[in-house]
């Protein structure tokens, strides 16, 4: 097959494609959770005196009592079979933002070779699996393979069902035989119970007495884009790399913004019901679903829940998305910039704090300029991204989020604060030193006899922030689209639990001087706006000037991951998450040296693929097309007719700029003597990158000249439109 037959024949599967059945709606009641170990579940068949005990674990934080854990596996193990569950896996978030399990059977061969069902309470809590190769920078050699997985009860056991089978998955930490961290999810524990010890020596200065603990809850709106498989097959760039390394723009892309909150394709909306029914039998509260900006692309978004569970549904999610898409015929891509020219996909990142007897402590209510709690938490937030600016920044570093981060679609790589004007006008009084009043909500008339009067929130939204406030919680907006939502959590807890720490600390000193509480609570915040005022921006975050402007008032501007990622190592850092126990200096080392050799291997496969694909399969078809182009021109030299050689000329010039690049791309390639990981990324980034960005430009402008009947590759207009 040659040329653009296989194209010819994926176009031909898609348009003869039989539609997926339509299955009749269930109610949401009776899809709910069906397929979680709840805690009614537990009520059912559990003693009481268990039931109690797990159930204050669940709700307080209270150390796991070891002597029930008999009884919660029997009953967990009971309750799977009767799901159809024959195995069960200890589910971890190692750092390669995928998930991993391991899988055991619930079997135990007697002595007589007969074979029951088992599952102690020692096999649910602990785990052992092989942790020899997973990414661990540095903390173990290669050759000690000992890791441990250990049961985070705050986080719900689930059936898993797939077309092989169910299986009884248990969230869990994994952690090094040493006891350092190998995961996600312990440092996101442990920010959490950071940040809620600070929020309650704040609220006790407050004068609270009764405080409930304080955890952080997370809504992370998914964005994502479905190709047909057929044609993702034929891209070894999209199968390897998650993104086209060639492709001339559409002449129709997303100009028209007609795709934008459009009619939802019938195809992807049974996609996205099969999705959603999925993902209410694991409890995954998905609420909002919408075609996004691009074409091919879409939106899911869940209720808010606890950050810890949030975190594991985000990661059910992503697998949901794409195991899901298979069985429709499609791929999910989650790069963050799949296809150049039009929008990429982020994971905007809502963020919050409460408990269940403050409630929310970021919604400030009618009149925030009296709300002492909730200016003391947002005054807190501004300091804590201003100190820490860079690290937020180095939390959603990869080398796939570089292509989104800084374009139109996306906040830039500068870290600033959106309050919009009400709370604006509130802080910039705080600095002044005079607070009277705050904006209140508005009214709007929309003109119409039929429609009512409306109320508008006394402030707008910022799209072009990447951290905005957005009426009750802050909006981490630069999160990349394939990210595990856990280390953003973990930045905005510690920093938000160190900056509590210095608030109480700040509040202390003053109340020790005799002045009252609202004084006190007044000189601190004061001296917040004053230190840390600058972070504050409420303008558009694209503009040059904000550029020149963020320059003048001290905020970093890191580029590009190779500029982010050394962040981690720098003293203030280190010290920042040491004195929290959220990290480890060498936990925090070894999340410098795992992210750095993924954005290395990242950009080696990319520039590999490149050197492979222009050789195998862009070469061919442009050498195929001049020699189309020269027997025609001799053809029309013997009938004494002059041919335009132009393109000749033209196709002949790109072909051999394209091929030299892949020669200087391919020596690029073999330069290994760098003084250091920063020094190899920095070459990744400053050389490597470019000359990739010059040979697609050589490969893109020839697939406008090349005959399509030739080009070997599925285009942006076959793959973005063809549904």
């Known amino acids: 097959m040659s040329g653009n037959e296989s194209r010819i024949q994926a176009i031909y599967q898609i348009t003869n494609r039989e539609p997926q059945p339509k299955k009749a709606p269930k109610r949401l009641e009776e899809m709910w959770a069906t397929d979680v170990f709840t805690l009614s579940k537990m009520q059912e068949c559990l003693p009481k005196t268990v039931f109690k005990s797990i159930k204050k674990t669940i709700q307080t934080g209270e150390p796991l009592d070891s002597s029930v854990a008999d009884a919660i596996a029997l009953a967990m193990k009971d309750w799977a079979i009767s799901k159809g569950a024959l195995y069960y896996a200890h589910v971890f978030y190692p750092l390669t933002n995928a998930t991993a399990e391991k899988h055991d059977g619930f079997i135990s061969v007697q002595s007589d070779g007969s074979a029951i069902s088992e599952f102690a309470g020692k096999l649910l809590v602990q785990g052992e699996p092989d942790g020899s190769s997973f990414p661990n920078g540095g903390i173990r050699s290669t050759f000690e393979a000992r890791g441990y997985t250990a049961w985070d009860v705050t986080s719900p056991a689930y059936i898993m069902e797939t077309d092989n089978g169910s299986t009884l998955c248990i969230p869990t930490v994994f952690v090094s035989w040493t006891g350092e961290a ?129 975190t594991d549904h985000q990661q059910m999610i992503m697998t949901m998305l794409r195991f899901t898409a298979k069985k429709h015929g499609f791929v999910c891509l989650l790069h963050e910039k799949p296809f150049a020219g039009i929008n990429g996909s982020g994971k905007h990142v809502n963020w919050s704090v409460g408990n269940a007897t403050q409630g929310n402590l970021l919604d400030p209510g009618d009149t925030p300029h009296s709300n002492a709690q909730f200016l003391v938490f947002c005054g807190a937030i501004i300091r804590g991204v201003h100190t820490y600016g860079p690290l937020l920044r180095s939390v959603v570093a990869t080398a796939s989020n570089d292509h989104r981060l800084g374009a139109n679609e996306a906040p830039p790589a500068i870290i600033s604060v959106y309050l919009g004007s009400q709370l604006e006008d509130v802080f910039e009084q705080i600095r002044q ?89 007044s000189t601190v915040l004061k001296e917040v706006m004053e230190l840390h005022g600058a972070v504050v921006f409420n303008g558009n975050g694209y503009s040059e000037e904000w550029h020149k402007l963020a320059a003048e008032r001290g905020l970093a501007n890191l580029r590009t991951t190779a500029d982010a990622l050394p962040v981690l190592k720098e003293s203030y850092i280190e010290e920042l998450f040491s004195k929290m126990g959220v990290l480890s200096p060498v936990e925090l080392a070894s999340r410098f040296e795992t992210y750095a050799e993924q954005y290395i291997l990242s950009i080696e496969v990319e520039a590999k693929l490149v050197v492979s694909m222009v050789k195998t399969m862009i070469y061919p078809a442009a050498t195929r097309y001049l020699a189309d182009l020269s027997n025609t021109s001799l053809s029309l030299k013997e009938i004494g007719v002059d041919f335009d050689k132009e393109s000749i000329e033209k196709v002949a010039s790109l072909t051999k700029l394209a091929m030299d690049g892949v020669s200087k791309l391919s020596d690029a390639l073999s330069k290994h003597d760098f003084a250091s990981i920063e020094e190899h990324m920095q070459f990744l980034s400053q050389t490597v990158r470019p000359l990739m960005d010059g040979i697609r430009g050589y490969v893109d402008a020839l697939e406008g000249e090349v005959a399509d009947d030739l080009w070997p590759l599925p285009t942006y207009q076959e793959m973005l439109f063809i549904k």
């Open 433 to 521: 030193g005079e607070l009277k009043s705050s904006t209140g909500k508005g009214l709007m008339n929309i003109g119409v006899d039929t429609l009512p009067v409306l109320p508008t929130d006394p402030g707008d939204r910022n799209r072009t922030s990447p951290f905005a406030f957005t009426g009750n919680r802050f909006e981490f907006r630069a999160v990349g689209s394939g990210q595990s939502v856990a280390g953003p959590l973990v930045a905005m807890n510690t920093i938000l639990a160190d900056s509590l720490n210095w608030i109480a600390d700040k509040l202390e000193g003053e109340l020790a001087k005799g002045v009252d509480l609202s004084t006190a609570i």
């Open 182 to 310: 190998l995961d996600k999810k312990t440092p996101l524990l442990r920010s959490n119970a950071a940040m809620n010890k600070a929020a309650t020596r704040v609220l006790k200065l407050l004068g609270e007495k009764e405080i409930a603990p304080v955890n952080s809850s997370c809504g992370a709106e998914q964005e994502y884009f479905l190709i047909d498989a057929n044609f993702a097959n034929a891209r070894p760039d999209l199968l390897l790399a998650g993104r086209t390394l060639f492709g001339k723009p559409s002449a129709k892309g997303q100009q028209f913004d007609d795709h934008y909150f459009g009619a939802i394709p019938e195809r992807v909306q049974v996609f996205m019901q099969d999705v959603e029914e999925r993902l209410y039998r694991l409890g995954i509260p998905a609420k909002t679903r919408h075609n996004e900006v691009a074409p091919g692309q879409f939106e899911i978004a869940p209720f808010h829940e606890a950050a810890n569970v949030a």
